[in-house]
């Protein structure tokens, strides 16, 4: 699957945050709940408009983006 047939990136839609299509769901949103423990179940009942393929490609997305990230802005992040 390729993440791009499920991710849009529109400057109308949450100032131009990566989202799942469709949904107005954004991708960090996904992406922080993995991150905080939930699995793709618990966040498919929470957002009932997404599906397991929309979490995958919201990680490939996710795992893209920081191959491509310039990380030393993040050092002094307390995150």
Do not use: Y
């Not at 423990?37 to 979490?55: K, Y």
């Amino acid at each position: 699957m390729n993440w791009r047939d499920r991710i849009s990136i529109d400057p109308a839609i949450h100032h131009g945050k990566p989202c799942i299509k469709g949904t107005r769901t954004p991708v960090s949103v996904i992406v922080g709940s993995i991150a905080d423990g939930d699995t793709p179940e618990r966040i498919m009942e929470a957002w009932p408009q997404l599906t397991a393929d929309d979490i995958t490609a919201a990680l490939k997305f996710a795992a893209k983006a920081a191959a491509r990230a310039d990380v030393t802005a993040l050092r002094g992040d307390a995150e």
